[in-house]
C-alpha cells in the first residue's frame, strides 16, 4: 500500500552523526508530512526533538533480521558512508556495501517500504573505480530485495541544513565551488535532497538513479 499524497510518514535515518545524514534529519524533522524519525547510529547525537527517536547501534552488522525496533516504517534514508580517500579498500567495502546491504536485509517489511542509498555522483556501471565499483553493487543489490521503491542517490556538493553541528565538510573552498556548481546545476541543498526522498517516499517513480537534477525536480514535485 502505497502512503496518500501528503500522507504522515515515520521514516529512518542513518548516518545522523555524520554530514549528510545529520542535514537529512533535520530537514526530515522540519517536513509536516514526517510524524517520526528513527535515527540509528553509533554514538548518541547530543539532540532531541519531539519527532526524534534514537537507536544506537555500535556495530550494524550485529543487527538482526526482523529487529522489531526496525519495522513498521515508511522508509529508510541509507546516508552513511565514508570517502575512499586515505583507507584500504577492504574497509571502504565494509562500510559503503557490506554494511548498507546488511542494514537493508533487516529492516522490513520490505513491500511497504522506500530506500533510499546515497552513493554520490560518478557512482556508475560503466566506471572502473574500485569505490564506484563497490556502491553500484551495494545499489544493485539493494534493489533487488523487493522493496516498494529502491533509489540510488548519486548527489555532489550539498548545502548545510542551518540547524547542522557538522558542518566541517563544507569549509569556506567549498562554499565557493558550491556557489559555481549551483549555477551550473550541479549541486543541491541538503534540504532539497530530504524532500527528494520524501517525495519518492509518497510516490516512488520507475528511475532507480537519482541524480542533481532530478533531485531538484523531486524536491519541486516536477518528476
Known amino acids: 500500500m502505497k502512503p496518500a499524497r501528503n500522507a504522515i510518514m515515520k521514516v529512518i535515518v542513518t548516518g545522523t552523526t555524520g554530514y549528510v545524514g545529520e542535514g537529512i534529519m533535520h530537514a526530515c524533522l522540519d517536513d509536516a508530512r514526517i510524524e517520526k524519525v528513527l535515527s540509528v547510529s553509533r554514538r548518541p547525537l547530543g539532540y532531541s526533538h519531539s519527532k526524534l527517536e534514537e537507536y544506537i547501534v555500535p556495530d550494524f552488522m550485529t543487527l538482526q533480521p526482523g529487529d522489531p525496533k526496525l519495522q513498521g516504517y515508511d522508509a529508510v534514508y541509507f546516508c552513511a ?14 562500510i559503503c556495501e557490506d554494511i548498507p546491504v546488511h542494514f537493508a536485509e533487516v529492516v522490513g517489511p520490505k513491500d511497504r517500504m522506500v530506500i533510499t ?9 560503466y566506471n572502473p573505480q574500485k569505490w564506484s565499483r563497490i ?24 548545502y548545510p541544513h542551518e540547524r547542522q553541528q557538522f558542518r566541517q565538510e563544507f569549509q569556506a573552498a567549498t562554499r565557493k565551488a558550491y556557489r559555481v556548481s549551483r549555477f551550473l546545476g550541479l549541486a543541491n541543498t541538503i534540504t532539497e535532497v530530504a ?15 537519482i541524480g542533481v537534477r532530478d533531485v531538484r525536480k523531486l524536491s519541486s514535485d516536477k518528476i
Open 81 to 94: 558512508g565514508i570517502s575512499s580517500v586515505g583507507i584500504s579498500m577492504d574497509e571502504y567495502k565494509v
Open 135 to 158: 556502491k553500484t553493487r551495494t545499489e544493485h543489490a539493494i534493489m533487488t530485495m523487493g522493496f516498494r521503491g529502491a533509489y540510488g542517490f548519486r548527489v555532489a556538493l550539498m
Open 195 to 209: 524532500q527528494a526522498m520524501i517525495a519518492l517516499t509518497e510516490k516512488p517513480v520507475s528511475k532507480k538513479y
Open 117 to 125: 542509498y546515497v552513493s554520490g555522483m560518478g557512482t556508475s556501471d
